[in-house]
């Protein structure tokens, strides 16, 4: 039997990794959720989530961890074949309205009893794309093909951006029911007084961080550069800092602190279907320098500085620039905050519900 949703009050199923962005996404729209009177029960795929993450979830959610990994951490496509299985059991145990699946692979051989919707945060073949100006490689093209069945599968599909948007159907070719809902975040303080230092965050073993180019800038800035994120990826990738400061992995309200206090934010990403670090630091009224890339055009033009993606002394003359200019980085610091007030957890959550209830009906329709 088919359960129908109420317009006010859901049961989500969301899964997640406590490894990358998806984690503080689905965390932070979780919280609006629950604040609207829905519950959720968190799914989690690959390595389980630290002490921190873990009891920040369980404040907000049923928190299930599965066996399966995320699609990105395998490279045989039937390791993700168990997960329709493993979710049968808490959709049926906790009466379930509507499936939140956070990579379109997942959706592929599920058959739920309710709306299935899937979010693009990011796949191989348009990172390939962006990073490598190239299709997919024949070791990753299974992805592409159980993408475009997760597309099919799903009652409605998100990207974060309409750059994202794009780039998928550049890709995979037409997406029935595809939306554009933007990410959110929480808003923090503004810091008391700025420090004379350029702050970067990111997962940086991941070759489309770009942490080669930043580090080369900063062999040539007035400023110091600071780089906050993990350069060891699950799969031994690493990156390397010279000249900029590798701060590691930090807990995120520490990260948040540094860049609040920060004189200026980068971001160098030649890949970013969204950017929640440049959100948040935006949300603190920090300058934004970014890389020139669709997405951050589409979400930041007037708002920041940009820079040639692949080019340090670009980086840097923008960065030494504004580091000269105090006026100049107020300016711009504010209209990044103002900016930044389109992207609020309200407005995503909102958003959000209008697709969950076009999913119901598309699943009615089937």
Known sequence: MLRTLTPRSRRILMTVDAMGGVWRYALDLTREFVDGGDSVLLAGLGPEPSTQQAEEAQSLATLTWLNTPPDWMTRNACDLDALPGE???????????????????QAVGLDAPCPIVVVSHSCVVTWFHAVKGQAVDSAWDWQKQRNRRGFDTAD?????????????????????????????????????KRQPLVFAAARWWDEAKNAAVIDQ???????????????????????????????????????????????????????????????????????????????????????????????????AA?????????????????????????????????????????????????
């Not at 979710?87 to 699946?101: F, K």
């Not at 998100?158 to 070719?173: D, K």
């Not at 959100?279 to 589409?298: G, K, W």
């Open 217 to 315: 800038a900063a062999s040539i800035t007035q400023w110091p550069v600071f780089a906050a994120g993990s350069t060891q990826g699950p799969d031994g990738q690493r990156a390397g800092f010279s000249h900029a400061v590798a701060l590691g992995a930090l807990p995120h309200d520490e990260m948040r602190s540094l860049m609040a206090r920060a004189g200026i934010f980068v971001s160098p990403s030649l890949y970013e279907p969204f950017g929640l670090a440049t959100l948040e630091a935006a949300m603190s009224a920090t300058p934004l320098v970014l890389s020139d890339i669709a997405t951050y055009r589409e979400l930041w033009d007037g708002a920041a500085l940009f820079y040639d993606a692949r080019d340090p002394h670009d980086l």
């Open 87 to 105: 979710l049968h059991a808490p959709i049926r145990d906790h009466a379930i309205d509507l499936v939140h699946l956070n990579a379109p692979t």
């Open 156 to 192: 409605a599909v998100i990207a974060p951006s309409h750059s994202h948007a794009g780039m998928l159907e550049t890709c995979y070719g037409q997406i029935a029911r595809l939306n554009v809902v933007a990410n959110g975040a929480r808003p923090v303080a503004k810091a008391e």
């Open 318 to 366: 923008c960065i030494n620039r504004l580091s000269a200019d105090a006026q100049h980085r107020r300016e711009l610091g504010w209209a990044a905050l103002r900016r930044s007030r389109r992207f609020s957890l309200a407005r995503q959550a909102a958003a959000m519900r209008d697709v969950y209830d076009k999913a119901a009906l598309a699943m009615a329709e089937r």
